[in-house]
């Protein structure tokens, strides 16, 4: 076992310097080598960490032998090519989310990765979020009763420049509902218990964007949408989009109902609310007020262990501290490959449920 990783970073845009951050503070692991071909990216990451040894090619730091541990944070619709790469090798690997674009990504990725004995660890640090991790473990716990819906409103502001622009455009991204939602359709998921069986979403361009061309090409990102999933044993889940909202004062809103009460949580007021129902058919507590719920909770939910709060409350720092510790204690990855292939899944068949009109049945993208 060794007492501390060696870290590779593929990928030194601004994803990639906030997994530096997180490394440099969390303790039992330091960050050797860098791989960027975009010069400035190069330049910043190393002000960061002046020790590490800086590559223009992937290959070049996959083949150094500097490294015990990987981290891939690079444009989406490279991840597949990257992985082929990285998963021929015995390195700890983590993944930023998407994991991939496309369907044929996704099937090659998991055949690469089927044999491999070391960490492959998908990025999906929303479910570490303090009040959503607890929101998530008071659901499982039964604090609300059998789960009949889940609902996720994310009201926030437009996606922010990039380089060469790659986020303004569906074909390099995976598009907004991959790009953007597949964190929320894990946590769904999560939270249910399985994957959907089918999608029906309505979305679309309505602000953001309108006015830029790059290349002569229109910058093509949904910023609007409402996606409805349905699960297989009868829960259904909803998910409310705006990125032109980024007047709300909490901008993301998780609300578990079950059939003996509700779980909420809140950010960036990183608040939790929790609520019992009355009694079934108990209509006097409707004669009281029925916005009375029984054994109504509120409180902050905080994780005072975290060393960088980032731009994700600590749920970047939690997660590396949990990858990091399943290196050193030879564990299985808590996020895997699969979370990261049905959360593509997912925003991709809301993807095409847009397109085309009309609701989508899952096994229609994957078997």
Not at 62 to 87: E, R, Y
Not at 169 to 176: A, I, L, M, Y
Not at 273 to 286: L, V
Not at 296 to 323: C, L, R
Request: glycine share 8%.
């Amino acid at each position: 076992m060794k007492s501390e990783l060696r870290y590779g970073i593929i990928g030194a845009g601004s994803m990639g310097r906030e997994h530096i951050e997180n490394i440099k503070l969390m303790g039992g692991a330091t960050i050797t080598a860098i791989s960027d071909p975009h010069i400035p990216s190069q330049e910043e990451s190393l002000a960061m960490v002046p020790s590490a040894t800086v590559f223009s090619d992937h290959r070049g730091l996959l083949d150094s032998g500097l490294v015990d541990a990987v981290v891939i944070a690079t444009p989406n619709d490279t991840h597949a090519s990257i992985l082929k790469d990285v998963l021929a090798t015995d390195l700890a690997v983590f993944v930023e989310k998407p994991l991939a674009t496309t369907i044929e990504d996704l099937k090659s990725i998991l055949s690469w990765d089927e044999n491999r004995s070391a960490l492959t660890w998908m990025g999906l640090e929303y479910r570490f979020m303090p009040p959503v991790a607890e929101a998530i473990a008071r659901a499982k716990e039964g604090d609300a009763g059998k789960i009949h819906m889940v609902s996720i409103r994310e009201h926030r502001q437009p996606f922010y420049p990039k380089i060469d622009n790659w986020n303004r455009f569906t074909e390099r991204t995976g598009g907004t509902l991959v790009e953007k939602c597949c964190h929320y359709f894990n946590l769904m998921d999560v939270i249910i218990g399985q994957q959907p069986i089918r999608v029906f979403a309505s979305g679309g361009q309505s602000v953001n964007h309108l006015d830029e061309k790059y290349d002569g090409v229109q910058a093509n990102m949904l910023d609007n949408a409402y996606v409805i999933l349905e699960y297989g044993n009868g829960p259904r889940a909803m998910l409310d989009l705006c990125m032109f909202g980024e007047g709300s004062f909490d901008k993301e809103i998780l609300t578990i109902v079950g059939d003996e009460g509700k779980i909420e949580s809140f950010l960036p007021s990183q608040t939790i609310r929790a609520s019992h129902r009355e009694s079934a058919g108990d209509f006097s507590a409707w004669a009281r007020g029925a916005s009375r719920a029984r054994g109504g909770e509120q409180k902050i939910v905080h994780n005072y262990d975290v060393k960088y709060m980032g731009h994700h409350f600590g749920a970047s720092y939690i997660e590396h501290t949990k990858f990091r510790d399943a290196i050193l204690n030879s564990t299985p990855a808590e996020v895997t490959l699969k979370d990261g292939v049905t959360s593509v899944v997912t925003g991709l068949a809301a993807h095409k449920s847009i397109n085309e009109g009309r609701v989508v049945e899952i096994k229609e993208l994957w078997n």
